[in-house]
C-alpha cells in the first residue's frame, strides 16, 4: 500500500499532473470545471486509509457546458481511458465495474483500457439531483429548508481545481451558509427540539426505565451538538462523521467532555447533572452572539418535580422573537417550530432523495 495521501490533495494532483495535460492537449479550448465534491469522506476531509477500500482514489467531476456535455462527454472519456495512465502516486487509476449497490473500488488495469473514474456532468444536473434545486434561480425559504445538510456539505466540501466554465465556485460561495432568517428559524426550532424532552432522562431513570433514560439522554446529545452546529453557522454531516466534525467546533473543547459524561453515567441522577452543565454552556454561547436578549442561564425545576432543567424553551422564543421574514413567521405559528428536513426527518432514504423531499414542500406552503 503506498504512503497514504487525503483524497483531496491526491486528486489534485491527479488533476494538475495527469488529467489537465490530456484534456489541454486533445480538447484544445475546451471550457470546463474540475473538482473533487459531492459523496465521499476524502471530500469531507474524514478519510483514511480505511477509506482506500471503495469508491476512493484517483477521482474527478468535470463539469461541462450543456452542449460539450451532450456532444464531447462520451468522447473525452474515451481519450481518458486510452491515454491515463495505469497507477498514479501508487494508486490505480483503472476501477472496478460497479457491484449491486454502484460501488466501484480500485483494481489493476491495463494500458490504453483505463476504466477511470472522472464522470462528466454539467452544474445544473448535478445539483438538481444533489439539492432539488435549479442554480440559476433564486432560493426560496422552502428550497432552503428542505435541503438535506449533509448534501449542502458535500457540494460546498471538497475542492474545486479549476473553474473555466465560471459558475461553480459562486455556487458554492452562495450555498455556504442558510440566509439569516433560514437560520433564525432552525435555531428556534432546534432549541425547541430540548425543550420537548430536557426533563424525560430524569423521568424515566426516577420511573426505574434505565434504558429509556439513556435512550433520552442519547438523543438530547445528539440535540445539542446539533444545536452547536448551528451556532457556529457550520453544517453537520450524516451520523457516521457527525461526532468527528463535531470535535472540530470551537465550543466542543468545553462541551464535549460533559456530553461523553453523560452518556458515560450509571445513574439517571448523573445524567441530569451533565446534561444541565452542557445546556449551561450552550446557553452562554447563545448569550455571547451578542444578537438575541440575553437570558439566565442557570437550571430550573421541571414545574414542581424534582428534575433539573435548563428551560429550553426561553432560548428559543428569544431566537424566534428576531425573525422578521413573514413567511417563516407564519410557518412558526401555524406548522410550528419543525425546522428543517434534518430536524424532523431522520430516514436516509428520505435525505437522500431530492424528489421525495420536494414533495414535503407542501408542509411549509401551507403557512405561507
Not at 457546458?65 to 501508487?90: C, K, N, W, Y
Not at 488495469?109 to 454539467?122: A, D, I, L
Not at 427540539?193 to 439513556?214: N, V
Not at 442561564?297 to 422578521?324: C, N, Q, W
Amino acid at each position: 500500500m503506498p504512503t497514504f495521501i487525503p483524497g483531496v490533495e491526491l486528486n489534485e494532483m491527479f488533476y494538475r499532473e495527469a488529467v489537465a495535460p490530456i484534456l489541454a492537449s486533445a480538447f484544445p479550448g475546451l471550457h470546463y470545471s474540475a473538482a473533487l465534491i459531492g459523496y465521499g469522506s476524502d471530500v469531507l476531509g474524514f478519510d483514511s486509509e480505511r477509506s482506500t477500500d471503495h469508491e476512493w482514489g484517483p477521482r474527478l467531476l468535470i463539469f461541462l457546458g450543456e452542449d460539450d456535455h451532450r456532444l464531447q462527454a462520451a468522447s473525452i472519456s474515451d481519450v481518458l481511458s486510452a491515454r491515463l495512465p495505469t497507477e498514479f502516486r501508487g494508486y490505480s487509476t483503472n476501477f472496478s465495474e460497479p457491484d449491486e449497490n454502484r460501488v466501484r473500488t480500485m483494481e489493476r488495469g491495463e494500458p490504453g483500457r483505463v476504466r477511470h473514474h472522472v464522470y462528466f456532468h454539467t452544474v445544473p444536473e448535478f445539483v438538481g439531483r444533489y439539492l432539488g434545486i435549479d442554480p440559476k434561480q433564486a432560493l426560496s425559504n422552502i428550497d432552503w429548508l428542505l435541503m438535506d445538510q449533509n448534501a449542502l456539505l458535500e457540494i460546498t466540501g471538497g475542492k474545486v481545481y479549476h473553474d473555466g466554465l465560471g459558475d461553480l465556485t459562486p455556487l458554492r460561495e452562495r450555498l455556504a451558509w442558510y440566509p439569516h432568517e433560514v437560520w433564525l428559524y432552525m435555531l428556534a426550532s432546534q432549541w425547541i427540539r430540548l425543550a420537548q424532552e430536557e426533563p424525560f432522562a430524569s423521568r424515566c431513570g426516577e420511573g426505574g426505565d434505565e434504558i429509556g433514560s439513556r435512550i433520552v439522554t442519547a438523543r438530547l446529545v445528539r440535540d445539542l451538538m446539533k444545536l452547536c452546529f448551528l451556532m457556529e453557522r457550520r453544517y453537520a454531516p450524516y451520523s457516521k462523521w457527525l461526532g468527528t466534525a463535531f470535535s472540530r467546533l470551537k465550543c466542543a473543547a468545553e462541551i464535549g467532555p460533559i456530553l461523553h459524561d453523560a452518556l458515560a453515567a450509571d445513574s439517571w441522577q448523573a445524567r441530569e447533572h451533565y446534561l444541565c452543565a452542557a445546556c449551561q454552556v450552550a446557553a452562554r454561547t447563545h448569550n455571547e452572539m451578542g444578537i438575541f436578549k440575553r437570558l439566565d442561564v442557570d437550571t430550573m425545576s421541571f414545574h414542581d418535580r424534582p428534575y433539573r432543567i435548563l428551560g429550553a424553551g426561553r432560548f428559543a422564543k428569544a431566537v424566534s422573537d428576531e425573525i422578521r421574514d413573514g413567511q417563516l413567521r407564519g410557518i412558526y405559528k401555524t406548522v410550528g417550530p419543525v425546522g428543517s428536513i434534518n430536524q424532523f426527518g431522520d430516514s436516509t432514504n428520505l435525505l437522500t432523495r431530492a424528489d421525495l423531499r420536494a414533495r414535503l414542500g407542501k408542509l411549509y406552503e401551507a403557512a405561507s
